[in-house]
């Protein structure tokens, strides 16, 4: 199934949340008590009444009411250049991700100063095993949130796509339940502690595919072999419903109307859909939904309306609200993709024509803006240049309902004060706009 764009395994704690088991001993005192006194530190923020407020303004943000455009700073890989591996006291493997998720979020209340809401919350993964399309890709290089190559799998259509499989996943609940139990414990009700588990990040299609088929291969596939394109099509399709139904059946969904990532940036906070914590069983048109297809840049409208867009829409239409668009420039695609009747939040990214898209979106769906992120790549960075890049954007977006989502940074050219330095200029200049 689809993943989000990748970041520093440090950072994130969906495999490593799996480290203890019942073999492994607890963390050892020195580190629970770091990893308390961190705690107490975001619940401190979370506590501050500017929580609240920013927390009123995502909500109007996302339900089209906007009291002014919204920022949001996702350094990802730029986080280890931030909060560096020496600054982690723990030794722990899965002690050493829970103390950089904690350090994460006092270092954006305290420095950044976006509008991200501080929450004193600490969600956890269910621990599970996937078995994937029945065909793997095997991958080469990576490590670190670096490039990577693969060998793929489906090479022959006649020959290969028999074997190819519906996914499933298997829940370990011994160790989920451990494991929740254990956060609940160290942290003492301090932190709200929970399952949260975005099983399906993106029902986007083509990212499977490519695993399975090759980048340039696809291409090619789309003229060699449109039928076999559209059974493959199909059978992803096919996949994917299975799996979010089973997902409703089983009440495994999650509610992400707050302060979640949805999308490719921008947070849940809405209205109009049910809140954290309502009773019952969470069903998919309570919650965002998301869907991209950035690896077919490369392909005409026609062809995206041809052979992705069918396939994506009966999948996004299963959700409440909807998301749609990563780096893809989307000016070119507006015309298909609104037909998403669900549509609320629509990425604008660096390569996308502002303007046009300012024009298609106005105050009816989020213009979820991705700058671009080699502004803060480099060693030392323009300020005037940065602060004319916001501005003109914010000067040709007014009427709309304004995001602006800084992220896929690589690096911040070694410089973690990049990142406060973007924050404090988009500070300015959204009150500068007014």
């Known amino acids: 199934m689809s993943q989000p764009c990748p970041s520093c395994q440090i950072h994130t704690s969906s495999e490593l949340d799996a480290l203890i088991v019942p073999e492994d001993p607890p963390f050892s005192q020195e580190e629970e008590t770091v990893l308390r006194e961190l705690a107490r530190q975001v619940a401190d923020l979370a506590a501050r009444p500017i929580e609240n407020e920013k927390r009123k303004l995502w909500t109007a943000h996302n339900d089209l009411h906007p009291i002014r455009p919204v920022s949001y700073m996702h350094p990802e890989n730029g986080w280890n250049e931030i909060i560096t591996q020496d600054q982690i006291l723990s030794n722990h493997p899965l002690a050493r991700v829970w103390e950089m998720r904690l350090r994460k979020k006092i270092y954006r209340g305290n420095v950044l100063k976006d509008d991200k809401v501080i929450e004193a919350t600490f969600p956890l993964n269910h621990i599970a095993t996937d078995s994937g399309w029945g065909l793997r890709e095997e991958r080469i290089g990576g490590e670190h949130g670096g490039a990577y190559n693969w060998k793929t799998p489906l090479n022959d259509y006649e020959e290969d796509i028999p074997k190819l499989r519906y996914p499933d996943f298997v ?11 254990y956060a609940k414990t160290l942290f003492d009700s301090v932190l709200d502690v929970h399952l949260y588990r975005d099983w399906v ?29 559209h059974k493959v099509m199909a059978f992803l399709r096919e996949g994917y419903m299975r799996r979010l139904q089973r997902l409703e059946d089983n009440d495994l969904l999650c509610r992400n109307s707050g302060g979640e990532y949805v999308g490719s940036g921008g947070t849940g906070w809405t209205e109009q859909l049910p809140p954290r914590g309502t009773p019952g069983k969470v069903l998919l048109s309570e919650r965002w939904g998301f869907a991209e297809s950035q690896e077919t840049v490369g392909v005409s409208p026609e062809m995206f309306e041809e052979f992705v867009f069918p396939y994506e829409l009966p999948l996004l239409e299963k959700f409440g609200l909807a998301c749609y ?24 990214s660096a390569w996308a024509d502002v303007e046009k898209m300012a024009e298609n979106l106005q105050g009816n769906y989020v213009f979820s803006w991705k700058p671009n992120p080699s502004y803060l790549s480099t060693p030392t960075i323009d300020e005037t240049r940065i602060r004319n890049y916001v501005r003109d954007t914010l000067e040709k977006t007014r009427g709309c309902v304004v995001e602006i989502v800084m992220k896929d940074n690589h690096t911040l050219g070694g410089n973690p004060d990049h990142a406060v330095t973007w924050c404090r200029i988009v500070r300015e200049e959204i009150e500068r706009r007014g």
Not at 173 to 180: F, Y
Not at 203 to 229: A, C, H, K, S, W
Not at 338 to 343: A, H, M, T, V
């Open 171 to 181: 829940i370990d609940w011994d160790k989920t339940n451990r494991l929740v139990d």
């Open 201 to 229: 990040y993106s029902v986007g299609l083509t990212v499977d595919f490519i695993n399975l088929r090759g980048l340039e291969q696809l291409m090619m596939d789309f003229y060699d072999e449109p039928e076999n394109v």
């Open 325 to 348: 668009g990563c780096c893809e420039p989307l000016d070119q695609r507006w015309h298909i993709v609104k037909q998403f009747k669900n549509l609320r939040r629509a990425s604008v």
